[in-house]
C-alpha cells in the first residue's frame, strides 16, 4: 500500500460542476495536508493547506480533512476549463517533521 | 509569491559531461529540496536539506549530488550525466514548522528539464 494515494483519472466533469478530488493516507499520525496544482511541463503551486480536522474554504475551493478516516478531498466548485491540471496531494508524516510525500497525483479535465 | 529560482530551465547536454543545476531561494527558508519527475509521473525525492551543511539522500536513489553552503543557495550536480538522468528536476523550499510535528508549505521553483544525449 502506498502511504498517500490518489485515483490517477482523468476525472472529466463539464464547466460549471463540482469536482471532488480524493486522497487517502496510511500514517494515522499525519498532521500536515496539502494540494498541489500542476499543470503539464510546469511546476506544482499550492492551491491549500489543512492541518485541523473539517473543512477549509478558501474563494472555489474547499479542502475537506477526516483523520478517523485518513483521507483528505478538494473540491472545486464552479469548476473551469482552466482548472484542467493534475491535483497532488501531499502529506507530512508523523516522525518526518521535514519532508512531504505525494500522491501520484489525480488528472482533471473541466469540458467547456 | 514565492521567489525560488531555478537556472538552467532547459539543458541538453551530451552523455559524460558535468552539469550543475542551480536553485537559490530569497525568502530565508532553512529546508530545501530536490524532486525529480518525469512526464505525467509521481515527484520523487532526491536530495534535502534542513539548513547549511546539512543535506540528505532522499527517497529515490540518485547518482547526483548536493552541497549547501550558503541558507539561499542548494545545486545539484551530476559528475558524469547518462540518458538516464534525463527528466525534470525541481527543487523546492519551505521555513521551519509553525509547531513541533507539523510541517509548513513547499514552494517549487520552476524547474530544469535536462535532456541527456
Known amino acids: 500500500q502506498k502511504e ?5 483519472g482523468p476525472l472529466s466533469v463539464p464547466e460549471g460542476a463540482i469536482a471532488s478530488l480524493n486522497c487517502t493516507y496510511s500514517d494515522r499520525g499525519s498532521q500536515s495536508f496539502f494540494w498541489y496544482r500542476q499543470y503539464s511541463g510546469k511546476s506544482p503551486e499550492l492551491i491549500m493547506f489543512i492541518y485541523s480536522n473539517g473543512d477549509k474554504e478558501d474563494g472555489r475551493f474547499t479542502a475537506q480533512l477526516n483523520k478517523a478516516s485518513q483521507y483528505v478531498s478538494l473540491l472545486i466548485r464552479d469548476s473551469q476549463p482552466s482548472d484542467s491540471a493534475t491535483y497532488l ?11 512531504l510525500i505525494f500522491g501520484q497525483g489525480t488528472t482533471l479535465q473541466v469540458k467547456p | 509569491e514565492a521567489d525560488i529560482y531555478q537556472t538552467p530551465r532547459y539543458l541538453v547536454i551530451g552523455t559524460g559531461k558535468k552539469i550543475t543545476l542551480e536553485c537559490s531561494q530569497t525568502m530565508g527558508h532553512d ?8 512526464p505525467g509521473m509521481e515527484l520523487h525525492l532526491i536530495h534535502y536539506s534542513y539548513g547549511v551543511n546539512s543535506t540528505e539522500k532522499g527517497d529515490l536513489s540518485s547518482e547526483s549530488t548536493v552541497s549547501r553552503i550558503r541558507t539561499e543557495h542548494f545545486p545539484l550536480t551530476l559528475e558524469s550525466a547518462r540518458p538516464s538522468h534525463t527528466s525534470q528536476y525541481l527543487c523546492a523550499s519551505s521555513e521551519k514548522p509553525r509547531w513541533s510535528g507539523g510541517m509548513n508549505e513547499q514552494f517549487f521553483g520552476p524547474g530544469t528539464r535536462l535532456t541527456v544525449l
Request: proline share 0%; with cysteine.
Open chain 1, 89 to 99: 496531494c501531499a502529506v507530512n508524516l508523523s516522525g518526518n517533521t521535514g519532508k
Open chain 1, 4 to 8: 498517500v494515494e490518489q485515483n490517477s
Open chain 2, 31 to 38: 529546508k530545501m529540496y530536490w524532486y525529480q519527475q518525469d
